[in-house]
């Protein structure tokens, strides 16, 4: 039984629920068997992939649904062997080569020159060019990106290069000036609630309006949050019924508990236990720029105005240190004593001052 | 010893055995009373029957065999005909719009077609390719208008005067100093050392010119081993036909301010000491990236950014050569998206062009095109700023976010607006300023978006609540 997400995704660029505009421009580029690189950035859970698939639906047909997994390996300059699983079809190859660490540069060339260099079977009808999609494209090094602009220039004739990002600040810019961007935004509020209506009228259930609105605006504009939160309340309880509890995902409770637990006592025994849920987190791949995001906001409702300003100021600073070091735990524990220290010294002052305000009364 | 001797008779060296000679003829003699038979019986039309028994020992050929034959003569037939078709002439014309396609091999000149065979057999190797080429180019292809509208030669270079003319003098005579190009991306550097290699090595230019840039591997050991050995080679100042061309190679280090500082200092002597043989051409965006010792061994030329009128014919010109119709102002808005890169500009031009296929290109296409968020978008965020609001800013970003505007072009925008703000005291604004080039550079290191623009509204909103 599949999920609901992938049960109906849809399948081809005229199904599309929203962005209907650029589904239409996106054929349009398409029908004339031709198109330039692309650069597909949106936030997740906005449906980049799932117009990726159906662009090349469009183009190939059918047979890019009939997908298989490879393993490839690669040898590094220095002689290290690295192995890297794709997902393919006759047509086209999906990678992620941030999977890779710091030997992508050495995954993006020889995969594109691998493909570049294999003509298509039957030419006459297929298309002369193959397609690599490398999802999470934002995750490259620099090094890889700079390797792939003369790539992407020298191999244009036998294949055509789709990336996939959640943000397009990531990529150097020429990259972004090679390729033609398609910027995919979050669906808004009604086109979520026509979303959820209509798929949870293809399973036949019935939706209470008050439900969806709850999920929706829990799921922070994230289609494919919004779908399994639907699903996992039909699984919770079915019939549905409006007045339903929506779980949030167990690591945002879990960052939201953490919070809470920082909020309530400010000491270097507290920040010890901080460290061990911190740990926990990670050791469960919740991406620490993740983490710090939330727990910037859960500690943020907390605090009065001219702490919120630091409290945030602090989180990006020490975000951006994290980028730069290696080990996130480092970062994310100074940020967590830096809120402590703040936070206490805002107490204190408060205190202080209400001292001084009940002295003068006398 | 005596095992590897081969028993039997004493033969005569080149003498066949007679006996078997006897058998031969016998055999032929059979085979020709056969095929009189056979073909007796043909004519008088006797049945099938006794034609096939009598005839069977003479199918040589196998079923396969006589299928390939058949096959071969079927497209031996279709190549002519299909070689028919095209006169000379056009299979000239094609040749030309299939080299006009590549894009690495802008270096191969054009043909005359009255000249072809001469220059066929200069190059044999392309032959084949004409044929080749033919179903190619007749499939639309995607060539990059950026190559297509490179300029062909230095004259063609637009805007910048002074680099032109002393080019122009080089070309004159025979020595060229190296050269060092530095300035804004879409000035033309590229093109510039590109043209002027082409005009000054003509058919030779695969041979004298050695192009690295950042993607290719660069480090001091390519500089040591690649830099080196090319450096090294000795060129004659003729062609192979006996035309004169300068005697001296060219490495074109593209990107030159990415190169590692040991890398730069280990083509300082490498430069001095090959200068019988080779020239260098440096092209960067800093100058100041460029180690000193570097600088001082180049002629340094600077690029100037492209004038609007400039940017505005380049673009009018393609737009009538490729039959793109352009709306009121789309141009305008070209101009100022690119800010200066003709590169970009016409990446934009094609990419929109592509996108609307026949239809009108308008503003908003190229404001979609160049991720260019709207003035409204940004302008509301500055609003949140100024409300001081802490609770309504978070929320207004966290939407901007999930409408996917890119974070480094908000900043590019909210400069501008906050640059124009006249209601701000000087010393807030450079206080603001500070910070947007701090976030930038986080953001460029990797920093998440939404942290980073959050953290720069709230000082942006710091500063504006003190007024």
Redesign the interface.
Known sequence: MALWVDKHRPKSLSQLDYHKPLAQ?LK??V??????HLLV???SG?GKKTRIMCLLREIYGAGVEKLRIEHHSFNTPSNKKIEISTIASNYHIMVNPSDAGIYDRVVIQDLIKTIAQTNQLDSEKMR?FKVVVLTDADRLTKDAQ??????M??Y??KCRVIMCTN????MI?AI???C??I????PNQEEMTSVLNLTCRKEGINLPPELAERIIAQS??NMRRALLMCETCKVQQYPLSPDQTVDDPDWMTFVKQTAMKIIEEQSPKRLLDIRSRLYELLAHCIPP?TI??TL??EL?KHCD?TL??KV??A???Y??KL??GSRPIYYLEAFVARFMAMYKGFIQDAIMDFDDFDFDES | MAENFTGGKLKLKGVKDGKVKKKKKKKLNEDVVKSEIKRESEESGTSTLSADTVSKPKVTKTKAELAFLKAQQKREGEKILKKAETSHKERVEQFNEHLDNLIEHFDIPKVSWTKMDAFLQGRSGIKPKVAAAAPVSTAPQFVPWVEKYRPRTVNDVSHQVEVVAVLKKCLEGDDIPNFLFYGPPGTGKTSTILALTRQMFGKEFGNRVLELNASDERGIQVVRDKIKNFAQLAVSSKTVNGVKIPGIKMIILDEADSMTNAAQSALRRTMEKFTKTTRFCLICNYVSRIIAPITSRCAKFRFKPLDTSVLDDRLHHICKEENVTCGDGVIEVIRQVSGGDLRKAITYLQSSARLKKDEEVTKQDIHDIAGVVPHTVVERVLELAKSGNYTKLQRGIQDMMHDAYSASQILEQLHDLIFEDSSLPDKKKSAIMEEIAKTDKCLLDGGDEYLQIMSLSTVVMTEYSEL
């Open positions: 421009h349009k580029l029908n004339s068997g031709d198109f330039p950035y949106g936030p906005a002369e700079h390797a792939l602009r003369r790539t220039e020298k244009m004739s943000s397009i600040s990531k810019p972004r000036s090679r033609l961007g910027r995919i935004s979050a922070e504009r720029e710090f995001r910037a906001d943020v105005g919120q300003k945030i100021q989180a990006a600073n975000e951006h980028q730069l």
